[in-house]
């Protein structure tokens, strides 16, 4: 989290009242009994907010009329949902920071009283017990937990994470399922061109389809893996770019497609591939890969930095 982010959320948690874990980049806190976590679900996006609480009464869950009528009477609210107990009021999205706040601080009061007045009651969201339930962060993820599933879910994490530890890396099955992940990448970018497209997507999917194909046949993803998975983005790129130029040059000259592909070099050299045309389409490329791919490689250098941390807010 950046600066400009962090000096933005200590903002609203003055102006809330409730805690800014710094850690995990959340706010949270206790209202009318229930345990209140304010994130944002995206880390690309920290300024849409959505607040969670974990919540039950004896008559079942939220219904559909219930989520819309609440939605109805709370402009800065966008959507209501729930998931078992676990209950998200997603916040209007501005770009102002004083409507922001007081967005969230309406949402705070109105959620609640909502939720009372509904007769729910604030629960653990694993076990449904209803005393001592606060925010724990478990691998990066805000779970409203009692002390006995906190202690639960984190001795199992730590034995899953001594195991995985243990399990060997292979590093030559992780990057030729890397390079059979990426070839998805390819197929994606060589689609999207043929159709006059140049699009973030391929980036995304390129990136997903390396990892995953690493851990795979690697047997895990390490910080090395990671790297390695980087720099096969980069370089299947280029090959998707040339790949695509190979097509061109197919159907034009009417030539074998493997003979075309190997031919770019020479007919870009030799002036008959336009240079600025070439060179202009494979920045454009890299751009949008990357824009694309860099979350994605971030967010999984993230999680292996969240492996293995567990903390019960409030109690580190």
């Not at 209202?31 to 679900?41: D, K």
């Not at 969670?52 to 819309?68: C, D, H, I, Q, Y």
């Not at 695509?244 to 870009?268: K, M, N, Q, T, Y």
């Amino acid at each position: 989290m950046n600066q400009r982010v962090r000096a933005h959320y200590m903002v609203l948690a003055q102006a809330t009242g409730l805690t800014f874990d710094e850690t995990g980049g959340a706010l949270y806190g206790q209202r009318e009994g229930f345990s209140i976590v304010v994130s944002a679900p995206s880390e690309s996006y920290p300024y849409m907010l959505a607040v969670t609480v974990s919540a039950a009464r004896p008559g079942g869950p939220l219904t559909k009329e219930e989520r819309k009528q609440f939605c109805r009477e709370n402009k800065a609210v966008t959507g209501l949902t729930q998931n078992g107990a676990v209950i998200r009021a997603s916040i209007r999205n501005t770009g102002n920071q004083e409507k922001l706040a007081g967005y969230l601080g309406e949402t705070l009061r109105a959620l609640t009283g909502f939720l009372r007045a509904g007769g729910f009651h604030g629960c653990c969201q694993s076990c449904g017990r209803t005393e001592d339930v606060a925010p724990s962060n478990i691998g990066g993820d805000y779970l409203h937990l009692c002390p006995t599933c906190f202690e639960a879910i984190q001795q199992n994490r730590t034995m899953a994470e001594s195991i995985r530890a243990q399990r060997p890396e292979n590093v030559v099955g992780g990057i030729v399922g890397a390079l059979l992940g990426s070839l998805v990448g390819v197929v994606c970018i060589v689609l999207l061109s043929q159709l006059g497209f140049v699009a973030a997507v391929s980036g995304i999917i390129m990136a997903v389809g390396t990892l995953k194909g690493y851990e795979l046949l690697g047997g895990k993803l390490s910080g090395k893996g990671i790297v390695i998975c980087a720099v096969l983005v980069l370089a299947m790129t280029y090959v998707g770019d040339l790949v695509d130029w190979g097509i061109v040059v197919s159907r034009s000259l009417e030539a074998d497609l493997f003979l075309s592909i190997r031919a770019v070099p020479a007919l870009l050299e030799a002036g008959a591939i336009d240079a600025g045309a070439y060179w202009m389409n494979l920045i454009l490329l890299y751009v949008f890969v990357l824009l694309g791919a860099i979350p994605t490689i971030l967010a999984a250098l993230k999680n292996q930095r969240n492996t293995g941390r567990s903390y019960h807010l409030g109690v580190r």
